[in-house]
């Protein structure tokens, strides 16, 4: 597993350094690649909401500086990890920077973990650090929470704190199917479930759920309108396979049949029905309404 680190301390030997250190040693002892960017070392800018990145350029940062370096590695991550001191109620403003462009990205294409490390001089003071993790990452990337670990006062650089941070990191595991997240999909008595893939698309999908949609059968698909969202055209793909579900170009689509003459077509596929649940989908009249929603196993940990 490839994991990220973004370390927002000024401190090279400071207390989050000591928890990024005992964290990376745990993980390498498990096998996994660690990267750590000191991010307060680094030349990062805030975001400058010039919107660039999703309107001319898809993707990229019209700002040239050290984001450059931290960007490839975040889309070849399994994971990322936030390591950050609370100054003043919340992550270091560099770490905030840095959280802040990765709006360019949209959605790494491959995160599926996170983690928190938090120092501080005194208890009660995390929440705002918590709440972005909880809520920008956690939530809004749809990642499965591997932790939150702080250190206040006296704990900070203990034997028992960085021999649980060691622990933690070597209990790490590889990416699985166990924790990807699932559309589901009801019309009627029937109810399907499809794994979502790791796309643009299917990310900003999970986030616009719950919805209803209304479609039509074509023949070879349901077709139903849907307001466009945000997808990677580098992403899409020539035809499809029977039981694909696409989302792009205001429309959702159950493709259920015709893959030997979809070469012609290029769709975003962001779902797939396996063989019993695509043939489920020919009971359905010709105008069918469908409920979509997310079913997601992570474990929110407080």
């Known amino acids: 597993m490839n994991i ?16 990024v250190a005992a964290y990376r040693e745990g993980a390498q002892s498990a096998g996994h690649t ?3 960017f000191d991010v307060c070392r680094m030349r990062v800018a805030g975001c400058l909401a010039c919107e660039h990145c999703h309107k001319r350029e898809q993707r990229t940062c019209v700002q040239k500086d050290d984001m450059q370096s931290i960007y490839p590695a975040l889309d070849e991550a399994d994971m990322i990890v936030l390591a950050s001191p609370v100054y003043y109620h919340s992550l270091s403003g560099q770490l905030q920077c840095a959280i802040h462009r990765i709006y360019a990205l949209g959605y790494p294409r491959r995160l599926k973990k996170a983690a ?12 705002g650090a918590i709440y972005i993790y909880q809520h920008s990452f956690v939530g809004w990337l749809h990642l499965e929470d591997m932790g939150i670990y702080t250190a ?6 203990s034997p028992e704190l960085l021999d649980r941070l060691r622990a ?12 990807v997240a699932r559309l589901v999909i009801r019309s009627g008595n029937l109810t399907l479930r ?12 999970m986030n616009r759920l719950p919805l209803t949609v209304v479609g039509h059968d074509s023949g070879v698909d349901y077709c139903c309108e849907l307001k466009e969202g945000t997808f990677d055209e580098a992403e899409k793909q020539q035809g499809w396979k029977n039981g694909d579900i696409s989302v792009a170009d205001g429309w959702f689509a159950l493709l259920y049949a015709g893959e030997q003459e979809s070469e012609q077509h290029r769709v975003m596929v962001v779902a797939h029905l396996d063989q019993e649940q695509n043939d489920l989908l020919c009971a359905l009249s010709a105008k069918a309404t469908f409920d979509l929603s997310l079913e ?3 474990a929110k940990k407080a």
Do not use: W
């Open 152 to 157: 206040a006062g006296d704990e900070n650089k």
């Open 194 to 205: 499809a794994p979502l893939n790791q796309t643009q698309a299917a990310r900003d999908l």
């Open 116 to 127: 928190l490390l938090l120092s501080s001089g005194s208890k009660g003071v995390y929440d």
């Open 34 to 36: 660690v990267t750590v």
């Open 296 to 298: 997601e196993p992570y």
């Open 168 to 179: 933690a990191g070597a209990a790490l595991t590889n990416s699985d199917d166990h924790n």
């Open 4 to 19: 990220v680190i973004l370390n927002g301390s000024p401190r090279p030997k400071g207390n989050t350094a000591a928890m």
